[in-house]
């Protein structure tokens, strides 16, 4: 069964500050790990994946995540915070074979602060 | 590039009554699912489907019927809705294995 942990409800920084989100996996297979971004009252947004490819991926707006496998880890960075940045990040992971259900984190509240 | 649509996008409705969400999405993706959101949950699967015609249970399903009778559509229906059902639903869409998982803007349904 996989799951995922995300450390952290509410996450604030400043404008300009390094953003960290944490997160954390349990997956029986070699899992596919993605990044989305909800703005308030909508959908979800992808930010990055990681697919077995390279383990430093690179995705939208800036942000950037490095799959971890002894860590069991995809912590999702960006170097400098932004305004627009603030919605909530949810990270996710998907064991590909189960026909890609995807297992959602609870949701990291980010707080961009001027 | 219609993608995935939902409706309706808000919807209020009395308990016991039956409701049903549509999901549209025109990219013939084989998968698609629905999820409810609910505060301090994140995003919790409620079924899913590999194809037309076929359809499994997720994490979250009592209280919630699906069919799949055309590839592209792949309505929820509330049997008889009770207040825990209020929450916003997504509907979703992927070609499978590790591809990306397309989200539709939601349905936000409060049952009175």
């Known amino acids: 069964a996989q799951s995922v942990t995300q450390l952290g409800s509410h996450v604030s920084v400043s404008e300009g500050a390094l953003v960290l989100l944490r997160c954390n996996y349990s997956?029986?297979?070699?899992?596919?790990l993605f990044w989305y971004v909800q703005y308030p009252n909508q959908g979800l947004q992808l930010l990055l994946k990681?697919?077995?490819?390279?383990?430093l991926v690179k995705g939208i707006n800036g942000f950037e995540a490095e799959f971890k496998k002894s860590e069991t880890s995809f912590h999702l960075t960006k170097p400098s915070a932004h305004m627009s940045d603030a919605a909530e990040y949810f990270c996710a992971v998907s064991e590909g074979t189960s026909g890609s259900r995807l297992t959602f984190g609870e949701g990291t509240q980010l707080t961009v602060n001027p | 590039d219609a993608g995935i649509t939902q409706s309706p996008r808000y919807k209020i409705t009395e308990t016991g009554r039956q409701v049903t969400l549509m999901c549209h999405q025109t990219?013939?993706?084989?998968?698609m699912f629905w999820y409810r959101q609910d505060l301090g949950h994140g995003l919790r699967l409620i079924y899913y489907s590999a194809a037309a015609d076929i359809t499994d249970k997720g994490e979250v399903p009592d209280g919630y019927v699906v069919s799949r009778s055309k590839t592209e559509n792949f309505p929820l229906t509330l049997e008889s809705a009770t207040r825990s059902q209020t929450s916003v639903y997504f509907c979703?869409?992927?070609?499978?294995?590790?591809?990306?998982?397309?989200f539709g803007e939601g349905s936000w349904l409060t049952v009175v």
């Open positions: 979703a869409s992927s070609s499978g294995g590790g591809n990306t998982i397309y």
């Open positions: 990219w013939s993706h084989s998968y």
């Open positions: 997956s029986s297979v070699p899992p596919y």
């Open positions: 990681y697919t077995s490819a390279a383990t």
